[in-house]
T-cell receptor, first 113, second 115 residues
């Protein structure tokens, strides 16, 4: 079946540090890949997406590149802010397949001033 | 445009009771998905509805059920509550042909505590 594996948290960084959150996947079809973010007390929000190999999704300074050869979709940001503190979820879906999105377990990021 | 609305936001029940949670999707969205979120298991898929039809179901016991109405609003029901059902229940709606596109718009969730 489909699955997503992402690095364990929590991740604690100082403001302006470089962020990488690793994500790898297995899929029965040809998936689209996503990063969602959940701020405290809120539901999840779509952060960025990529629908085919070598696509780069980007939003709010975050980037992730769809690497088919390594089945990875790592999230990066060059300079994190305190406001980026949240839980980040890597996810995949197979369009036209099972009509569901499969999520990783989430990685909590804490950014300290 | 109003977002996804879930009610109630918080509720406390005792073991053996049942609970019904409601979700109003974004206007025009015909797909509604439900997820259970717990610290230990993360986000677990419950089911997805599209135009009143359940198209996919996760690996949960039959105590968990749902339905969707003609206006796309959805409800989920959990009967004979167990302590392990304590969780944040998230509803998400999707545009177009539904959750398979991966673009989910989430509500803030209903936090259920079972005592």
């Amino acid at each position: 079946g489909d699955s997503v594996t992402q690095m364990e948290g929590p991740v604690t960084l100082s403001e302006e540090a470089f962020l990488t959150i690793n994500c790898t996947y297995t899929a029965t079809g040809y998936p689209s890949l996503f990063w969602y973010v959940q701020y405290p007390g809120e539901g999840l929000q779509l952060l960025l997406k990529a629908t085919k190999a070598d696509d780069k999704g980007s939003n709010k300074g975050f980037e992730a590149t769809y690497r088919k050869e390594t089945t990875s979709f790592h999230l990066e940001k060059g300079s994190v802010q305190v406001s980026d503190s949240a839980v980040y979820f890597c996810a995949l879906s197979v369009t036209g397949g099972y009509q569901k999105v499969t999520f990783g377990t989430g990685t909590k990021l804490q950014v300290i001033p | 445009k109003a977002g996804v609305t879930q009610t109630p936001r918080y509720l406390i029940k005792t073991r053996g009771q049942q609970v019904t949670l409601s979700c109003s999707p974004i206007s025009g969205h015909r797909s509604v998905s439900w997820y259970q979120q717990t610290p230990g298991q993360g986000l677990q898929f419950l089911f997805e509805y599209f135009s009143e039809t359940q198209r996919n179901k996760g690996n949960f016991p039959g105590r968990f059920s749902g339905r969707q109405f003609s206006n796309s609003r959805s409800e989920m029901n959990v009967s004979t509550l167990e302590l392990g059902d304590s969780a944040l229940y998230l509803c998400a709606s999707s545009p177009g042909q539904g959750a398979g596109t991966g673009e989910l718009f989430f509500g803030e969730g209903s936090r259920l505590t079972v005592l």
